[in-house]
């Protein structure tokens, strides 16, 4: 049985394999994989090949072979540093916050390291309307953790970091 604080590190590796293997069916199985390629799968919900070279929301694109490599290398340090959070992390719920945001975050530095630019795909719109931008897992999966991670953060107080309480026993 895994233990508890493995636990963590199985599921950002499923994550990050979830990311990788609905890029590849959306990419080499069904061909979308250029700029403009789209299917659409439902009226609010469309596949469309979009290549990310920015960050989150697209911000600071990496448009040289020197920005690639450095947003891999911060990327890349930021994820060790949520691994050794996460490692060290007592509260059960908050390591698996940590993982979706490792997880996703391993899925991207891989894409930007073998394209370039990460796969975006997942388009959410109602007509018009884009309440987000296009996405993949990986940004889902962060997105769902940092929103976690800063509700419990913001609302919740667990005593002793979710570690339920030790009855004392009673020598009557």
């Known amino acids: 049985m895994i233990e508890r604080k493995q636990f963590g590190y199985w599921l950002a590796a499923g994550i990050f394999l979830v990311d990788q293997f609905t890029k590849f069916v959306v990419t080499d199985l069904l061909g979308i994989r250029q700029l ?3 299917m659409e799968l439902l009226p609010i919900f469309d596949l469309r090949f979009v290549p990310n070279v920015g960050v989150s929301l697209g911000l600071l694109p990496a448009e040289s072979d020197w920005m690639r490599w450095a ?3 911060v990327t890349g340090a930021i994820a060790i540093g949520v691994g050794i959070w996460m490692a060290r992390e007592p509260n059960h719920r908050d390591r698996a916050a940590l993982a979706l945001v490792l997880g996703g975050a391993l899925g991207n530095i891989l894409d930007r390291m073998r394209f370039g630019y990460v796969v975006d795909f997942a388009d959410l719109h109602f007509g018009e309307f884009r309440p987000f931008l296009v ?3 990986a940004d889902a999966a962060i997105t769902i953790g940092v929103v976690i991670l800063l509700i419990r953060a913001l609302f ?4 002793k970091a979710g570690v339920a309480p ?3 026993k009673s020598n009557a």
């Open 71 to 73: 947003l891999v290398a």
């Open 166 to 168: 030790v009855e004392k």
């Open 156 to 159: 919740v107080r667990d005593d």
């Open 135 to 137: 996405f993949n897992v």
């Open 36 to 38: 403009g390629d789209r």
